[in-house]
């Protein structure tokens, strides 16, 4: 694997998480495969999950790490071509990133979107600077439009709260009985968010569900659909309380709005979701990707109950970069 950038870098949804599920059970059983092999994280933006699950599952596989935070540690940073250099930028993501493929033999990057120019942030622009100018494997550790560690975590997630048998001549993970039925659910929030995790989400159950493995759900506010490249497959209803119905996995996410971008265009709280929404699902597990604001995307109660397994999923995120991680080192 030379990217992890989305989930078409993915072959099979089963292998990868079989890969995943077997590091969690056996975490050092690949820790000779990065000795000497170095991997820096370099972050443009904040990150608790991102930063320490990767830096661990580096750790597990012996690599070492080097974390770079940008905006409090590094020079700021010009990515567009073609400008003078005379304004607040002190060094082009040309040089620093290929100094930075001089140090490392993986790289992992982060950086949110603008959300002011659609088309800018949904080129992956920088994204695409950065692999090229580094000239090594890069894993996106959230790009302006995807967040794929996360959505491997949250398969992964899914797959171990449900029945699931590997078929050995298959090669793929078998439903025991009915699929697990997945519903993306739209929340409030005071900020506009990027749109990185519900795509990548969508991308991920999307193929999840071609595969056989979920039958996948989104639910959003009038005008808040998703760019349709990600959801394509899914059953798309304005309707939550509709959508709620016999829901195994509620994943919650606030997003921002993809058609009047990056604008605010609904409040309505009533999209948060409580303990009496979650009464027509089938004893459904709630999920997020943290961080949450509680009592503004989910309710405290639905928090603090046992629907909840956001902090199992935050656990498995080691695991889903290690498998990628593994795949990368094996290729080196
Ligand atoms: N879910 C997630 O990516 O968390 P961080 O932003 O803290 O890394």
Not at 120 to 128: G, V
Not at 298 to 319: C, F, K, P, T
Request: one cysteine or more; proline letters at 4%; hydrophobic letters at 40%.
């Amino acid at each position: 694997m030379k990217q992890f950038f989305s989930v078409k870098d993915i072959p099979s949804l089963s292998l990868a998480a079989k890969s995943a599920l077997e590091s969690k059970q056996n975490p050092f059983a690949d820790e000779a495969l990065g000795k000497h092999k170095t991997i820096g994280l370099v972050f443009l933006n904040p990150s608790l999950r991102t930063r320490m699950s990767t830096q661990k599952a580096a750790t597990n596989l012996g690599m070492n790490v080097m974390v770079m935070n940008m905006t409090s540690d590094g020079w700021a940073l010009e990515t567009k071509d073609g400008v003078v250099m005379d304004g607040n930028t002190a060094e082009h993501i040309k040089e620093a990133a290929a100094v930075m493929g001089e140090y490392c033999d993986i790289l992992g990057l982060r950086s949110f979107p603008g959300l002011k120019d659609a088309a800018e942030d949904y080129s992956e622009d920088l994204f695409s600077k950065f692999s090229k100018y580094c000239g090594k494997p890069v894993v996106s550790l959230e790009s302006a439009t995807r967040h794929p560690l996360q959505s491997f975590t949250d398969l992964i997630t899914i797959m171990e709260h449900s029945h699931y048998q590997f078929d050995q001549e298959k090669a793929q993970y078998i439903p025991q009985g009915k699929k697990p039925k997945v519903v993306l659910s739209w929340a409030p929030h005071v900020r506009a968010l990027p749109q990185a995790v519900p795509n990548s989400f969508a991308e991920w159950m999307c193929k999840a569900q071609e595969e056989g493995l979920v039958d996948f759900v989104v639910t959003h506010p009038e005008g808040y659909a998703l760019n349709e490249e990600f959801t394509n497959g899914a059953t798309i209803t304005t309707n939550q309380d509709e959508a709620l119905v016999d829901a195994d996995f509620v994943y919650v996410k606030n997003w921002s709005n993809y058609e009047s971008y990056g604008q605010i265009t609904c409040t309505d709280s009533s999209w948060m979701l409580t303990l009496d929404k979650l009464k027509p699902t089938n004893n459904a597990k709630v999920m997020h990707c943290l961080p949450v604001r509680r009592d503004l995307v989910i309710s405290s109660e639905v928090l603090d109950s046992d629907h909840a397994i956001v902090i199992q999923e935050a656990g498995n995120r080691v695991w889903a970069a290690q498998a990628v991680l593994k795949e990368m080192l094996k290729n080196q």
